[in-house]
């Protein structure tokens, strides 16, 4: 017949008495196990999260709508008539003629009464920088580019 011990006291039939190798208390006396409520850190670190991981997507939204306006200025510039060749860093002007073909010339909108569309500068990378628009024209890009 087994020897039975009282609750209080650690004994293991392989170990013998082993509380002292217990990695939690054995006695009365020892301080509790309490599970932590780790749910409000939890909630908090989602939400600080979420709110980093939302505001980069919102950056990378806003550059990739910049680079995509780019784009479609930079197309519109390309696809226009010139019969010269650019110089980098000079001002030119970008106009429609009334009869759906844009063009692109040296005279500011000031010189001559066509419907301007925006002026712009070619850069070293061959980019075309736009210093200034036409708001009313603005409103019209989409039809002048077939996308």
């Not at 950056?59 to 008539?81: F, H, P």
Request: glycine residues 4%.
């Amino acid at each position: 017949m087994k020897k039975k011990y009282p609750d209080n006291v650690v004994y293991d039939e392989e170990k013998g008495f082993n509380s002292n190798i217990l990695p939690y208390g054995t006695n009365v006396g020892a301080p509790s196990i309490k599970m932590e409520d780790i749910s409000t850190w939890k909630s908090i670190s989602v939400n600080k999260v979420n709110k980093q991981l939302s505001s980069k997507f919102n950056e990378l939204k806003e550059e990739y709508q910049k680079l995509v306006e780019e784009y479609k200025w930079n197309d519109l510039v390309y696809k226009s008539k010139f019969n010269f060749e650019p110089v980098i860093g000079d001002t030119y002007h970008l106009y429609d003629d009334g009869k759906g073909d844009i063009f692109l010339s040296l005279i500011t909108p000031s010189e001559w009464n066509r419907t301007h569309i925006g002026s712009f500068t070619l850069n070293s990378e061959r980019k075309w920088i736009k210093i200034w628009k036409n708001m009313q024209c603005y409103k019209l890009m989409p039809m002048f580019i077939n996308y």
